[in-house]
């Protein structure tokens, strides 16, 4: 997961209980149709991650970056994911 010691945080996606793991990279560990997935998550390092709602972001989640506050959904779970 990288060099730098695992901060794991339990978040809900689509109504199921999920968990992030914080390394040197964003990791989220989900269940999707009965199987249990890791992957990681296309997004810079993030400092800590706490789960947000709103009604415009249902499954959103607060995380620090560096000196920013930002406020991240993750979409499209399941999917495999190319660029």
Known sequence: MGTRGIRLTKIKQNGEDAMIALSNKPWL??????????????????Q?????SSAQCPNGIVAICENTLRILQIENLGE???Q
């Not at 560990?29 to 993030?46: D, N």
């Not at 800590?48 to 947000?52: A, E, G, K, T, Y």
């Open 80 to 82: 495999l994911f190319t």
């Open 29 to 46: 560990c989900y269940s999707y149709m009965g199987q249990h997935r890791v992957t990681p998550i296309s997004y810079e390092a993030l």
């Open 48 to 52: 800590n991650i706490c789960p947000f």
